[in-house]
């Protein structure tokens, strides 16, 4: 990528978005086009068409999209397929009909199916029945890597699909309701922790709430107490997490380095021209709750509510095909979830 070229960061201000923003803007590129949600809402067609033609950018990350955890999946089914799917539509037709260089747009590894092969090679895809709780979010995911894939072969665009693990990092997404474990654990324990310690002051500017009595019941609603927290499921699946910078760096460095046909490779009938990304390694969700509350300091008891689902058993990725293209992670766990917590400090 020329350093004067334009770039289009769309979900600029989300997880990943705002990791790529801030690599770009290390690496000097300066001539970024961003638009919030507001300004451009990416399910309408109209405004899309318009944007791209006033700004025809050269490359397109796209990291915008309605994202959410396993019950925000399984509860808002038709937000996740309908939203995911305009915005994709959109951003892709529009992309090509504008002359996009490049563009990398961004699935999830909810892709595959439930009980594939772990780790999960690219080539699982499609050969079995989806996780239940999040099948429209992954359908719709599977369409995007179809849509840049038959662009790709039909009008010869540059259309790259990554597949990422679970993401986690500053700016994540704290709602109890609707995050994904990482975060919401984090969240839990502290808000525990500061009502274990009496700070009713600290609850109830970090809950940003009216009074302490809001508070508590807000807690409560969520399984908070003096003496425990409530965590979902059993605890027992498994889950990969990836730095959300180290995920910015590799897809700047795709988008640098690496074209379709360098992940289609030579087939006959092309497909699964997708790309894994993330570290290799998982852990189990009960390990993950240990870490955590060392690093919190939290001394209560997790309970774990099984009614709540605890979705696919495992989705380690095969990162072989990213390690052999040249990228590897390098923030660990244990230091993510450090920083992480360290972040959601200076913001509390
Ligand atoms: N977080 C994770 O664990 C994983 C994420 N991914 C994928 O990575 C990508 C980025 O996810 P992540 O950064 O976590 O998500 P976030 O929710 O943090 O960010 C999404 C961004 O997209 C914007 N957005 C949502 N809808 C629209 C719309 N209709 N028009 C314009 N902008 C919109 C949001 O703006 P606003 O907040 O203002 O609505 C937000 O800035 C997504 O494609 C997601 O599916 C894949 C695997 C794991
Ligand atoms: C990125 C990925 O993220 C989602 O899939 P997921 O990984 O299953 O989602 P999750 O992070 O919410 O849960 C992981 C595990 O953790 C357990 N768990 C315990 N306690 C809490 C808890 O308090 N909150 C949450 N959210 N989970 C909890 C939970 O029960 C589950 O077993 C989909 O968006 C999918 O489409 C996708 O792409």
Known sequence: MEKSAKIYIAGHRGLVGSAILQELKDQGYENLILRTHKQLDLTDQQQTAQFFKDHRPDYVFLAAATVGGIVANNIYRADFIYKNLMIQNNVIHHSYLNGVKKLLFLGSTC???????????????????????????????????????????????????????????????????KSHVLPALIRKMHLGKLLMDGNEQALVKEMDVENFAFAKAELSKHGITKESIELWGTGSPRREFLWSHDMAKACVYLMHNIDFKDVAGEQKEVRNTHLNIGTGED?????????????????????????????????????????????????????????MYEAYLDKA
């Not at 199916?113 to 996780?131: F, H, I, V």
């Not at 300091?297 to 696919?312: A, I, Q, R």
């Open 283 to 339: 852990i189990e969700i009960k390990e993950l709750a240990a870490l955590i509350k060392k690093t919190v300091g939290y001394t209560g008891k997790l309970n774990w509510d099984s009614s709540k689902p605890d979705g696919t058993p495992r989705k380690l990725t095969d990162v072989s095909k990213l390690h052999a293209l040249g990228w590897k992670h390098e923030v660990s766990l244990e230091k993510g979830v450090d920083m």
């Open 111 to 177: 892709i595959y199916p439930k009980m594939a092969p772990q780790p999960m090679p690219e080539d699982s895809l499609l050969t079995g029945p989806l996780e239940y709780t999040n099948e429209p979010y992954a359908i719709a995911k599977i369409a995007g890597i179809k849509m840049c894939e038959s662009y790709n072969l039909q009008y010869g665009t540059n259309f790259i699909s990554v597949m990422p693990t679970n993401l986690y990092g500053p700016n994540d997404n704290f709602d109890l309701e």
